[in-house]
């Protein structure tokens, strides 16, 4: 009853007042999915949270790696990703533990994957018009206009270029060289999608309204939007003669 081929990682920092709820609301669904928490030493004992989960009723389909302080949003996700590589998870999602991402979206997702047969499934709040919810406009028009600096230096389709909700087939994280993915922030999104591209695996935008975090604090930054913005022209001259990994048949 408890068996999954699906694993969603929520990497943590400080998500005391959500943690709980989020992991609820995941095991709520219908849809059978696993969870994998990334915490990256929060003070305020989100790990203890988990852990008194997994202890208490979750064990098996609750999962917690904790790591000696932040490290970045990228590294943990690689981090998750191996791990649910290595456990045989076919189907791996990325999603924030602060409710901007809806868990009722999650079968959604894996349905664009396993159904339809895409590789990778974004959730995406610009590919329907703008989709976000309580965004202070300053944070739409950056997150926005990010996408569409995006699409306009790489020549890259995809609308919600920034998203952090997706999916992904097992293949992709195995086809990708997650030991060279370059970028810890805000740009891991973007280089991620954006090599799955380039190396050929084919992308759907599932439409999702993204609702700012109403209890914790945001881990935006200026650094993260800073990174983003070069290093999306280092990807694009990367990419005139890098060698991307072939598709295994």
Not at 58 to 78: N, S, V
Not at 89 to 102: C, L, N
Not at 165 to 175: A, G, H, I, P
Request: glycine residues 8%.
């Amino acid at each position: 009853m408890n068996e999954s081929d699906s694993i969603v990682i929520f990497p943590t920092y400080n998500e005391k007042e959500n943690i709980e709820k989020i992991i609820r609301a995941v095991f709520s669904l219908e849809k059978c999915f696993h969870i994998l928490v990334i915490d990256d030493g929060s003070p305020d004992s989100t790990a203890a949270i988990v852990h008194g989960l997994i202890d208490r009723e979750f064990g098996g389909r609750l999962h917690i790696i904790e790591r000696a302080g932040k490290q970045g949003l990228g590294t943990a996700y690689i981090t998750g990703f191996k791990w649910a590589l290595a456990h045989g998870y076919d189907y791996i999602f990325e999603m924030d533990a602060d409710f901007s991402h809806d868990p009722a979206d999650l079968p959604r997702l894996y349905a664009a994957c396993h159904d339809e047969g895409y590789d990778v499934a974004i959730g995406s709040r610009y590919v329907s018009g703008v989709n976000v919810v309580n965004w202070p406009i300053g944070r739409v028009l950056m997150s926005y206009f990010a996408s569409q600096y995006v699409r306009l230096v790489t020549g890259f389709k995809v609308h919600d270029t920034t998203a952090g909700f997706k999916c992904y087939r097992r293949r992709v994280l195995e086809t990708i060289e997650l030991d060279k993915v370059r970028f810890k922030g805000y740009a891991f999104q973007i280089e991620m999608k954006y090599t799955a591209y380039k190396i050929g695996f084919k992308i759907k935008e599932v439409p999702v309204i993204f609702v700012n975090r109403r209890e914790g604090v945001s881990k935006m930054s200026g650094g993260i939007f800073g990174e983003a913005f070069f290093g999306v022209m280092r990807l694009r001259w990367d990419s005139w003669t890098r060698k991307y990994p072939k598709i295994n048949s």
